[in-house]
């Protein structure tokens, strides 16, 4: 699918996205659709959309097609069990058998899930601009739009005149945050520590990703909060995050954990820390979105997410309805709705199929 714009991170620029899509099936005939947030380069995690094609087939797919399971909650653990590392591959799974539950028991992924909130608030993350007059623009209008936050894409060479013109442009008020990507290192500490001074809401992963200690020693010389993202792979990494402080506030990704167990476990260990914590995104379709919405619907997810409405990615979406956000900056979780809440646009789907496989229990 083509995006409406490119999205350009520190690492690299994504400007259409190969996503890969799982239908899947119970005994009984229930069927979910679900999403791997995998990209399409290594360019945010080792992953990608064909490293998780093959692990799902290879390895992921076998340990559960055809096996009786006690509920969705029962799929990471038997994953983890033997399997090293490809998150997004098993999250791809288990969200899909989340979704099933919720289609089986006719009720929405939300309430499933146990979230309370009925609106989520939204906010929007912009990639590396040209020039910081762009961005100003950019900024400018995603908060006349609504958006309760932006997120600045930064990098080194590409952030302090950004960010000083934003700060500028609209003012002392306007919810800013920078998210780098991991662009930086101990070199940048001092660079890094002139950032306090744009009085952002907080910066997104500055350092490597396994690079818990000096995320710790980069708080110790700020004042704005970090915020870590693709540091947190598990509850047992915010334990890490909480013994050292590496960072204040936490960016759950189901697709980047393992799925919606673990999204929800991260979530209920950073709410009895007093951590708080808000719903990233991958550039999803509105099939990932479902989840994000639903997960972001429980009570500990105090900051605006990244969950833009479908038309700030797509010309057209391959979900009914498309994913919108009102004038509050606002969007509704489809809590009356059984499953994802949103029907998926099959022919759409199969008109933008470029390869399918059908996995079956041997
Ligand atoms: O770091 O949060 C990130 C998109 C792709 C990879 C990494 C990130 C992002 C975003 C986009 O920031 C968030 C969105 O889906 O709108
Ligand atoms: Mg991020």
Redesign the pocket.
């Known amino acids: 699918m083509p995006l409406v714009e490119p999205?350009q991170?520190s690492s690299g620029t994504?400007s259409l996205r190969r996503i890969l899509l799982l239908e899947t099936h119970d005994a009984d005939g229930v069927t979910a659709w679900s999403e791997c947030?995998a990209?399409e380069q290594p360019?945010?995690s080792p992953e990608t959309v064909d490293t998780a094609w093959l692990a799902i087939r290879e390895w992921i797919g076998p340990r559960v097609l055809g096996v009786p399971l006690a509920g969705p909650d029962a799929v990471l653990p038997r994953l983890d069990a033997d399997l090293r590392g490809h998150l997004m591959a098993k999250a791809a799974v288990e969200m899909g058998v989340w979704g099933l539950a919720a289609e089986r028991q006719g009720t929405s992924l939300a309430s499933l899930i146990g979230g309370t909130r009925t609106q989520i608030a939204t906010g929007?993350?912009i990639?590396i601009q040209e020039n910081p007059a762009r961005l100003v623009e950019k900024v400018r209008r995603a908060l006349e739009e609504g958006y309760q936050k932006a997120?600045i894409?930064v990098k080194p060479g590409a952030d302090l005149t950004y960010l000083a013109a934003v700060r500028e442009e609209l003012g002392a008020g306007a919810p800013l945050m920078a998210?780098a990507?991991s662009a930086y290192t101990t070199a940048d500490f001092d660079h890094l520590a002139t950032f306090d001074r744009f009085n952002l809401m907080m910066i997104?992963?500055p350092l490597a990703s396994d690079d818990l200690v000096r995320h710790a020693a980069l708080q110790r010389r700020l004042t704005t909060p970090l915020c870590l993202?693709?540091s947190i792979t598990s509850v047992d990494r915010v334990e890490d995050m909480l013994t050292l402080d590496s960072g204040r506030i936490v960016?759950i990704?189901p697709g980047r954990v393992g799925g919606l167990a673990a999204a929800r476990a991260i979530h209920d260990r950073c709410a009895a820390a007093g951590v708080p914590v808000w719903c990233?995104?991958?550039?999803?379709s509105g099939i990932g979105?479902a989840y994000?919405v639903a997960l972001a619907s429980m009570p500990n997810f105090v900051l605006p997410g990244?969950?833009?409405p479908s038309a700030?990615?797509w010309q057209q979406d391959i979900v009914i309805p498309a994913w919108t956000m009102d004038t509050a900056g606002m969007v509704t979780v489809p809590r009356d709705r059984p499953g994802l809440g949103v029907t998926v646009d099959r022919d759409r789907v199969e008109n933008l199929t470029v390869r399918s496989e059908t996995l079956t229990a041997d």
């Open positions: 999205f991170i994504a947030v990209g360019y945010y929007i993350s990639g997120k894409k998210d990507n997104e992963q993202d693709e960016n990704k990233g995104g991958m550039l999803e979105r994000n990244d969950i833009s700030r990615y």
